[in-house]
């Protein structure tokens, strides 16, 4: 049964009820609990407050001891932005390795699962998936996290996706409107601008969230970018212009639109974290999100004074208030009703999917492209990542049976990544090989470095986004002259040429991308 909130008037519900704060702790704080009694409608989960998938379910039980329609969010894309794995890296693959399989049927089983652990956990919204078309290859944020640079292909994985996550009970929240895809600017640290005309937005950004709208996708997150097509002066998240006339104007959705972090310094850093709150919520935005960054109470004390003042103050319409909290109720109720089984991640979707291996396709320069996975068992994360793994043999390869040393040329993780998940193969390839080494370099001296530390051993390096970081290159480069037999993983974004003994693209560096890659590697 719901709890009534106590002691608060209807416009103070309602200015709690469009937050999703967070909160710091594996067990809900005191204040958090008042809150939802108080109205706060939604809570968001990060990987701070994750231990394991016993835990959640606990602390979600908690929650809902409280406010049993409570919504529980989280930023669960797999692949690289992981919270419910935060510390391990997922069992999934993310987009961009999906994106190159590029079998919905398999992107629509992966979010199922993904899906049905989220709801044995008792989360029903997920800040996922990414829509955006990663038309810039240089994008310092999204990169994996797309599908790819094909509008077509991150069209109809998008609407896949969501197909799947909402056949599990929990929402989608289809991400970044209308695209964060074409930017060269992190907006966790400033406003990023994308210049294109509105031809080229409707043709090319808009499409996927189109896909999604039509897949019946119960939420959309604005992203805090600049389009001056689109509007010159405001943000999307801040937009009228974009998220009224737009987004539910002239897409026709009618579902609950979701902040990016508020947080984040694109907003933050420009308007304050009150201010924007109020002027995205009379933008046209339902839910404020907030707590990647601040996750204490005054934060949330703060923003519903900001938004009661702003009603009373006649800023904020008292009904775009009203009508953002019935929103935001009306998705609480849709999950209430699409609860579904959530038997143990062990005993579901098991084996047996056909899964093929790829017919020795040629690249450019000749070398054999193979897509790995075979036929192989097992969950549906590994069969995806398996498949995923794109492999170019420049000379005859024969499989490592001793150990090698791991290099992994580090870049500083973005901000929706993180830096506390590990990335890599060298667990993978000490389980195979065991005494398998490794070292993690950076810098101008990195390939110097690693061949010292390396010795006699078969070196394997490891990157990602070799097109974007210059010493990445360089490193390479050293140690290919000195080791040609070295062999590469590129585990971001495979823009670069393909180069040693053996490369292997896994679109991305989720822990089951690591797994595929030390199975090439080691033969097995």
């Known amino acids: 049964m719901t709890t009534i909130a106590r002691a608060t008037d209807t416009l103070t519900r309602d200015a709690l ?71 391990t890296g997922s069992s999934f693959p993310g987009n961009l390795a999906l994106g190159a399989v590029d079998d919905v049927g398999l992107t629509r089983e992966v979010a199922a699962e993904l899906g049905r652990r989220l709801a044995a956990c008792g989360v029903n919204l997920n800040w996922a998936p990414s829509a955006d078309v990663n038309s810039n290859p240089d994008n310092p944020v999204i990169g994996v996290r797309s599908f790819g640079a094909g509008t077509d292909l991150v069209a109809r994985h998008t609407a896949a996706y969501v197909t799947g996550m909402q056949s599990a009970g929990v929402a989608a ?4 409107f209308p695209g964060h895809g074409d930017t060269g600017v992190d907006s966790h640290h400033a406003m990023p601008l994308i210049d294109v005309d509105a031809t080229v937005l409707a043709e090319r950004d808009l499409v996927p969230f189109r896909a999604a709208i039509a897949a019946g996708s119960r939420a959309v997150m604005s992203a805090h970018i600049l ?34 972090g508020m947080e984040m310094r694109a907003i933050a850093g420009t308007y304050g974290i009150e201010r924007g709150s109020v002027l995205a919520i009379a933008a046209g935005a339902d839910a404020i999100c907030v707590g990647g960054g601040l996750a204490d109470e005054d934060t949330v004390r703060r923003l ?3 938004l009661v003042e702003a009603v009373r103050s006649g800023e904020l319409p008292e009904d775009r208030l009203a009508d953002a909290a019935e929103r935001v109720r009306a998705l609480a109720r849709w999950t209430a009703t699409h609860r579904t089984d959530t038997r143990s991640p062990e005993t579901a979707h098991r084996d047996g999917d056909g899964s093929r291996r790829g017919d020795g396709i040629q690249d ?12 192989e068992g097992g969950d549906v994360g590994l069969r995806a990542a398996r498949r995923a ?33 590990p990335w890599g ?6 389980r195979l090989l065991p005494g398998t080494e490794t070292g993690s370099f950076t810098g101008p001296d990195a390939g110097n470095e690693v061949l010292a530390a390396a010795g006699p051993r078969r070196v394997v390096a490891v990157v990602r986004d ?23 993983v590129e585990m971001g974004v495979p823009r670069a040429r393909p180069r040693g003994a053996l490369h292997l693209a896994t679109h991305g560096a989720a822990r089951v991308c690591g797994r595929a890659a030390a199975e090439a590697i080691a033969g097995v």
């Open 17 to 87: 009820t469009v937050l999703q704060p967070g909160f710091t702790g594996t067990t809900a704080p005191d204040w958090l609990l008042r809150r939802l009694g108080e109205g706060l409608a939604s809570v968001g989960l990060f990987g701070r407050n994750i231990a394991s998938a016993e835990q959640v379910a606990a602390l979600t039980a908690q929650l809902r001891a409280e406010r049993e329609d409570v919504l529980v969010a989280i930023d669960e894309e797999s692949g690289d932005v992981t919270r419910l794995e935060v510390r």
């Open 173 to 176: 929240c289809t991400k970044h």
């Open 227 to 260: 389009v001056p097509a689109l509007d010159p002066d405001r943000p999307a998240t801040l937009s009228r212009r974009i998220l009224t006339d737009l987004l539910r104007g002239e897409l026709g959705y009618d579902g609950l639109i979701v902040t990016d």
């Open 304 to 306: 519903r004074d900001a």
């Open 364 to 375: 450019g320069d000749g070398s054999e492209v193979r897509d790995v996975g075979g036929n």
């Open 389 to 421: 793994v794109r492999v170019t043999v420049a000379e005859d390869f024969t499989p490592l049976t001793d150990p090698p040393y791991v290099a992994a040329l580090t870049p500083v993780a973005n901000i929706a990544v993180g830096d506390e998940t």
């Open 425 to 430: 193969i060298a667990a993978e390839l000490f």
């Open 466 to 488: 070799e097109h974007r970081h210059p010493w990445m290159a360089a490193a390479l480069d050293t140690l290919l002259a000195a080791r040609p037999d070295t062999i590469v």
